[in-house]
Nanobody, 116 residues
Framework: QVQLQESGPGLVKPSQTLSLTCTVS??????????WSWIRQPPGKGLEWMGV???????YYSPSLKSRTSISRDTSKNQFSLQLSSVTPEDTAVYYC????????WGQGTQVTVSS
């Protein structure tokens, strides 16, 4: 059974870079056709897709976040990571890592608050 677990700081200061890691167990992030996403949900709002890294390492980002977002992976650790730069309080959200397509796998989510 594939499981995803987010990890990273729960509090980030404005203008800093938010960094989160998703550890995948029970399956490989290089399995063909899987695409591993970061998705967030600000308080009182809906889910927002941020970007994806596919099984072959290719990446795609939401146009609205592209200038501030980077997704990378470490295949030796079966992890993929999110970096969001120049954060503001509007980036406060629950952040999820997921493979919502082929596998339908989601992490439990992690709260990140941007505040000084």
């Amino acid at each position: 059974q594939v499981q995803l677990q987010e990890s990273g700081p729960g509090l980030v200061k404005p203008s800093q870079t938010l960094s989160l890691t998703c550890t995948v167990s029970g399956g490989s992030i290089t399995t063909s056709y899987y695409a591993w996403s970061w998705i967030r949900q600000p308080p009182g709002k809906g889910l927002e897709w941020m970007g994806v890294i596919a099984y072959d390492g290719s990446t795609y980002y939401s146009p609205s976040l592209k200038s501030r977002t980077s997704i990378s992976r470490d295949t030796s650790k079966n992890q993929f990571s999110l970096q969001l730069s120049s954060v503001t309080p509007e980036d406060t959200a629950v952040y999820y890592c997921a493979e919502p397509g082929v596998g339908g796998y989601w992490g439990q989510g992690t709260q990140v608050t941007v505040s000084s």
